[in-house]
């Protein structure tokens, strides 16, 4: 009866030890999520940025995570000098690059495919001040704490509605996944907020040339956007994204051409829509 009470003391022991493993391997930390932002929240004097298309990285003072808290098998050189405090940021290389950042970063055993990527840091979890000062502190720690691999994302401020599709459009033009815009002057708080939205990935749309637009100042002589019939009627014009070349020779009229947009005005029009290329199929 003693062997057999031992025994069972020891699978409960186990049975226990893989139960808390199991939960602290799940928890999904309470970390900052944007909303969608839907074109109507006023964000004059907010601070925008690219968003990154990566891998989430939450570092707790100790040891990187995954954002549902899973650990991330960075190498001692790239976590070189990291604070006591915390930081959330993104595991990124370039873009476009998705399924390289991921299998480099989610590899148990690092390898040196590590040192292309680097770590881009948006925010400093439960530090005190508004978002300004969270990432004065951030920038204060690495520049006394060299790491090579690490990056503060950069933040401008938003000036007026124009200054947000300008930037929408150039992070576009670029390749871009979206963009995050954030005010500034709030403390740390968890959870979705409609104090910081996203712009979501665009998706693709075609559309047919039904007319060509000529440019003015420095695009005099050359095309300065389509307009453009889309599928259910709606007629908008496309001026962003093109090159010389396609605004020298642009597409012809009846030709169906493909471009990228972030969702869509109250009219039906596509925001922030790009040229991508002429469809030939």
Known sequence: MEFIAKKLNFFIVIITVFLVNIDINAQDFKLQKPMVYKGSTEVVNW???????????????????????????????????????????????????????QSTVLTKKP????????????????ATGNFKLRLHKVKKWFSEHQNDYVRIIPQTTCLNNEHLQSFIREVAVKGGEGVIIKDPK???????????????????????VIAINPGKGRLKGKMGSLTLKLQNGILFKLGTGFCDQERTNPPAIGAMVTFKYFNFTKNGIPRFASFLRIRKD
Do not use: C
């Not at 390898?111 to 439960?126: G, L, M, Q, R």
């Not at 740390?188 to 047919?208: A, C, F, V």
């Open 47 to 101: 601070f925008m940025s690219e968003k990154l298309d990566g891998i989430r990285g939450y570092w707790d003072g100790k040891q990187l995570m995954t954002r549902k808290g899973k650990l991330i098998n960075a190498p001692k050189w790239f976590l070189k000098n990291f604070p006591s405090f915390e930081l959330d940021g993104e595991l990124w290389s370039t873009r476009n690059d998705f399924e390289f950042i």
């Open 111 to 126: 390898s040196i495919a590590w040192k292309k990527i680097t770590y881009n840091i948006f925010e400093v979890p439960n």
């Open 186 to 208: 709030l403390g740390y708080h968890t959870g979705r907020s409609p104090h910081i939205l996203k712009i979501k990935k665009s998706d693709d749309m075609e559309g047919e």
